[in-house]
């Protein structure tokens, strides 16, 4: 039996971050999608993604290389079709339901490039108020947002960056203030 | 940058196991699920709940204990709804149709107890082929469900055990044949 | 331009009652499935189903015959998966998710025989207190279920019938009270 | 019993039609959604909304003052949370998650104005190749969103008009393509 008060086991829960981006994706995408992952793994966060290819599994692969939690909350139910550095996988079966579910697992999420799909995730969370923060360069709707409210009914807060190394400082200093 | 192949981080996805029950449940029944969530740490394998409380949080606090990775799938999007013991949360906020996401985010499902909720996910196990590993003794569903097929549709894996060193000598038995 | 007030189409929702089933059955199942069908229409009532074959379409059948509104809320998003009586489909692609949707869309749920997915609605009836009427008779979980509640939290509103004129008394009975 | 064949109720299935947009709106707004659920039900189409207030009430009061059938697909699982004019009432208690399912349940799509959540549905439709009819000048994302493919991994159909008019004469001629 366990001893009584479990304060060895209990602790604080970990970020969660998610970054979202094209299942399919160009080198340069995929490499930087890769570096955010590490620097997700080296926060101590969990990893949050869609749990297929392209910029999810190259943030993936980025957080495995630093012995990260990589999460994949996939479309289908079937838990091989999670990428292979998933090392915990959410089957569903919701199809693009679960894109609700990418964003509200996440105490933040990234983006990056990224199509209607990645689209329809900065909207739930701009809707659920988690913050997002959007790195511009890659292309996709991380690039054709304008720096605006995506709607007037809600302040939630979005940020733009140029480089990584932004988009962490940032990230950091406002989850620091939880 | 990360060196290419990545040997070293590509592994086999680990075995993921529900346990299911209530969500209140008496002192008996609770340190059972606590049990069964330590052997599931012990086995190496990931632990899937569905966040809450009772035998949700007592199998995560015997699964944390072993310094396990406890999954809770939310029936919220708040990720402070999770118990204590969960170290990976996944929001979803549809409500009790997460319970299938439980069930088809597990290679096994052990139950113990339960009411409609876990009878509901008993259910979706059968659908979907995912084998079930009743535990007796307990009350609930695990105790009223007769030892016949679910309906004449399927043919899927049902098996009833009256202790947790049966269960899990035939669940280790079961996934090892993969 | 439309008068103000809408005192013409304004009007109270009509009621919604739901018939679940197997998906594929036999002649007299299909048979009492069209004639529940049919009862409803007559009751003004509009007719919620899973949408697919067997008992479904049977009372859908059933209740197009009599001019009824005929619901069917897919497992898939293909509106033309739907039985050839429902006049409005809802697409849903989350698969047997949306068996809770089918029980939250009605008033009361019949039950006619059913397997391993009928439970589950039977289940999530139970749980969001949508009245059963359980038809006996016919096989499957209708006659498997014992009267006796599902579980303990909860008391919902469950009643066995061994004919259709009797549950169809005690239906609009029920129905009447509000 | 019901005469062979069915020939009288067999039915060729109604067009859906979605109109989406805020749920909150201003009078000039209301007065088209109005007019635009009028248009829907004289053309014999259902309209599917989202069951609640602003955009969605007004288009299905125009919707029942020509005698449609107006489907609200709720948030929530409370039938009573639907406006007074729906006459089929989807209860999901899924949330936002039920944007996919508005969009699914549509052979085609027209937009008021809209904040995120109509964006979000804007993209579903997008993915899913549900043709969009964007009606301009009454603001929110159905005037931001320029005449661009949403991604480069579809070419699904989106038109934008300037008037009422032109929307339905293009959206009769495209449905009548099949």
Redesign the interface.
């Known amino acids: 039996?366990?001893a009584e008060g479990?304060s060895?086991?209990?602790?604080p829960?970990?970020l969660?971050i998610a970054v979202i981006g094209?299942g399919?994706a160009e080198e340069n995408v995929l490499?930087v999608a890769?570096q955010v992952g590490?620097r997700i793994a080296e926060l101590g966060a969990?990893l949050i993604t869609g749990g297929h290819g392209g910029v999810m599994e190259a943030a993936c692969?980025?957080a495995?290389?630093r012995g990260g939690?990589c999460?994949g909350?996939l479309r289908s139910?079937r838990?091989s079709d999670?990428n292979?550095?998933?090392?915990?996988?959410?089957?569903?079966?919701?199809?693009?339901?679960r894109n609700?579910?990418t964003v509200?697992?996440s105490?933040a999420v990234i983006t990056i490039g990224?199509?209607?799909?990645t689209?329809?995730e900065i909207?739930?969370a701009?809707?659920?108020g988690r913050p997002l923060f959007i790195l511009r360069g890659f292309g996709?709707?991380s690039d054709r947002l304008e720096n605006e409210p995506?709607?007037?009914?809600?302040t939630s807060p979005m940020f733009f960056f140029e480089s990584i190394d932004e988009l962490f400082a940032a990230l950091t200093s406002f989850l620091s203030k939880g």
């Open positions: 039996m366990i479990g060895v086991t209990e602790q829960r970990k969660q094209d399919e490499r890769e590490s969990v692969r980025g495995a290389s939690i999460v909350i139910g838990l999670a292979r550095y998933c090392n915990v996988v959410i089957g569903t079966e919701i199809e693009h339901a609700v579910l509200l697992s105490d990224g199509g209607a799909g689209l329809s909207c739930f701009w809707i659920h996709g709707w995506l709607d007037r009914r809600r």
